[in-house]
């Protein structure tokens, strides 16, 4: 069991999704074997393709080639499969301890805390939807400990900036912001830009659910996209009710909290908005 994994249960210290944790042990060792598998096959395949350039069997070498590249993407195919099985249950049924579950364990086989970052992000990213904002920000500390790369920090700044948000902690939201506008000068990374896209329009979002800005707000949460997944929607439709409750809209604001409380999964959102 790595350090890693270990620091983050200390974090996590509620019991999670039983039948998504077995599901997740047999993902990750059946990925282990496939590896094994793959990789053993490719020297076999690499030695009789040496064989057959020495043994002037051209096609033997091309052939070699072939496989070794149909087994990288049956085994990226495999891993890219469980990926978006996991993004569906977080941004589109809003299941979010199942995810959660499933990048905590993936911690467990992961040989290299470094090649980890965008897994910590994950999990931050959960726990910030089940409204667990101080364990949100401890791993977001294991991100500024485990990742020195410009990708790994810019992670580490979207999380702390997500809950300084809720938290309405402005300073923390601008230093955040500052770090990752730095962070953008040095990478082309489209992560990061994005990051600074999404996260420079914070002042303004607090601003607006302040003063009760109901069509700033509208303006500002991009709801237009036809692809924006349901947590987002989530989201939009949470921070949404909040101005139009300062504004005085009762319709609009009846209409946001039952999206909520509708398809909100296991968000803090729909908690807050249920005992509302």
């Known amino acids: 069991m790595n350090e890693l994994y270990k620091e983050v249960r200390e974090i996590i210290n509620f019991e999670l999704d039983k039948a998504e944790e077995g599901r997740t042990h047999k993902y990750c060792k059946n990925l282990r074997i496939i590896g094994g598998v793959l990789t053993a096959l490719i020297v076999v395949a690499g030695i009789l393709g040496i064989y057959c350039v020495y043994a002037d069997i051209h096609w033997g070498f091309y052939a070699f080639l072939a496989f070794t590249l149909l087994s990288v993407v049956l085994f990226k195919v495999y891993q890219t499969k469980n990926i978006t099985r996991l993004t569906q ?11 959660l579950t499933a990048y905590v364990v993936m911690l467990q086989y992961s040989r290299r805390a470094k090649n980890c970052d965008a897994v910590l992000q994950c999990i931050g990213s959960m726990l910030f939807y089940m409204g667990k904002f101080k364990e949100c920000k401890a791993v977001a500390g294991l991100l ?50 994005e990051a600074f896209r999404i996260i420079s329009k914070y002042p303004e979002i607090l601003e607006a659910e302040e003063s ?65």
């Open 89 to 99: 249950l977080a941004n589109d049924d809003c299941c979010v301890i199942k995810p």
């Open 212 to 276: 009760g800005d109901y069509a700033k707000m509208i303006e500002l949460l991009e709801l237009d996209d036809a692809k924006t997944f349901t947590l987002k929607k989530i989201s939009a439709n949470y921070r949404l009710y909040k101005v139009a409750i300062v504004a005085g809209l009762k319709e609009e604001a009846s209409k946001h909290r039952a999206y909520v409380v509708e398809k909100g999964g296991d968000t803090f959102y729909k908690k807050e908005l249920e005992s509302c």
């Open 144 to 193: 500024e400990k485990y990742s020195d790369t410009i990708v790994g920090k810019s992670y580490r700044y979207s999380l702390l900036a997500m809950v300084a948000l809720v938290e309405k902690d402005r300073e923390t939201v601008k230093t955040c912001i500052e770090e990752i506008e730095t962070l953008v000068s040095q990478t082309p990374a489209q992560y990061v830009r």
